[in-house]
């Protein structure tokens, strides 16, 4: 059974401390983003602790070595987990933002492919296929492959083996839980749960869902 991991995007502290905790005893971790840490700032990691879930830093970090390092840094400095960075700057990015996160106890995902339509427009003809080998070289924890389109995560689980597959879609954008369960080692569910009038009755949905 994957874990079921919440994409959190509100952008005010208060609303989003809110859902994470009505949600939270159906959740195995959780993972904000740009939209809640410019609305309230990196220091809401540490209010997450709270709910003793581990916190996941999506911040698709894509920029030269010593740039991600830093980046990568601060982000579990201020409690972090895990964090997320794009493979296409190459293997000398990745490898700085994979550093950082061994060197404090965490792990880094390197997104393969993205969920989206416009996500087959450049990850494509073989480009996803490569930067999964290169988080495998790279000794990455694992990859991000997309719950709406169960085939190519297939495809991605070919090359990465037994390392991580945490798959985005499922929910607002039309990803199917059941097609993707048995691929993959986490499903992000966001919009679906954070936008739910109930957003605890939404998890507990998907939690049963993954069984």
């Known amino acids: 059974m994957p874990d079921l991991i919440l994409a959190l995007d509100p952008t005010d502290r208060e609303e989003a401390l809110r859902i994470a905790g009505l949600a939270s005893p159906h959740l195995d971790a959780i993972k904000i983003g740009y939209p809640l840490v410019l609305g309230a700032g990196l220091s809401i990691a540490r209010e997450f602790e709270a709910f003793g879930l581990p916190l996941i830093a999506d911040f698709k970090v894509a920029d030269i070595p010593n740039t991600n390092r830093l980046i990568a840094d ?3 400095d201020a409690g972090f987990h895990a964090i997320i960075c794009q493979g296409f700057p190459g293997s000398d990015s990745v490898l700085a933002c994979v550093e950082s996160a061994h060197g404090y106890g ?3 995902y390197v997104v393969a ?3 989206h339509p416009g996500g087959t427009e450049f990850f494509s003809g073989g480009v996803a296929e490569r930067i999964a080998r290169l988080a495998v070289d790279c000794h990455a924890d694992g990859i991000i492959a997309p719950a709406t389109r169960p085939d190519r995560v297939r495809a991605l689980r070919e090359i990465v083996g037994t390392r991580k597959i945490l798959s985005p879609g499922v929910g607002a954008q039309g990803g199917d839980l059941s097609q993707i369960a048995d691929l993959v080692d986490g499903v992000i569910v966001g919009r679906a749960i954070y936008g739910a009038d109930d957003p605890a009755l939404a998890a507990q949905s998907f939690s049963l ?3």
């Open 113 to 115: 492919e993205m969920s």
């Open 106 to 108: 965490g792990e880094c």
């Open 74 to 76: 601060q982000v579990f």
């Open 209 to 211: 869902l993954r069984r």
